[in-house]
């Protein structure tokens, strides 16, 4: 996936470049590759970014440590501020920033623009937070659980040992 040059979206009929999605997303472990589509429209001082698809994921469960798969379906929007001039006067800028504070990004209006980029940030932030790969898996036998029964199997053998002495 090309970086996208902001002004050319422009040309695109109405204003409007959309991506058709088939891709493995190397960043998170996809079994399948992301299918869907992007569309990135140019509203003249902002950019318009929306995406829907599905990818399936491999996951480790949290709590019994296996990994699993999972469907992910992402659909969501963004809107990208664009920064027209670098050089302009005080009071302008005070009114951008007031403006600014709804968008969560902003571009410069004759940059670029990073598919790649952006549609892994907002996979990753479809992942979901608590991982289970079921609701009834079991907490594995933990370490401290193993060595425990160590010790005991330890001192079952010396009591074994101690009825094998002669009285
Ligand atoms: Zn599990």
């Keep these: 996936m090309k970086k996208i040059y902001i002004p050319h979206v422009l040309q695109f009929s109405q204003k409007t ?3 058709i999605l088939d891709n493995f997303i190397t960043e998170l472990v996809t079994l399948t590759p992301f299918r869907g589509v992007m569309m990135i429209r140019h509203g003249g001082t902002f950019l318009e970014i929306s995406i829907e698809g599905e990818t399936i994921i491999n996951l480790i469960c949290d709590r019994c440590l296996q990994q699993y798969n999972y469907r992910l379906n ?57 991982k289970l790969c079921s609701n009834d898996c079991q907490i594995p036998v933990s370490i401290d659980k193993k060595s425990s029964i160590s010790i005991n199997n330890y001192w079952k053998g010396l009591e074994n040992f101690k009825k094998k002495l002669p009285k």
Excluded: A, C, H
């Design 17 to 19: 470049q959309t991506i």
């Design 74 to 130: 992402l659909k969501t929007f963004e809107n990208i501020w664009l920064n027209k001039s670098s050089n302009s006067n005080q009071k302008f800028i005070q009114e951008k920033e007031l403006i600014v504070e709804d968008f969560s990004e902003t571009l410069s209006s004759e940059g670029y623009f990073d598919p790649k980029v952006w549609m892994y940030e907002q996979l990753s932030l479809s992942v979901p937070l608590r």
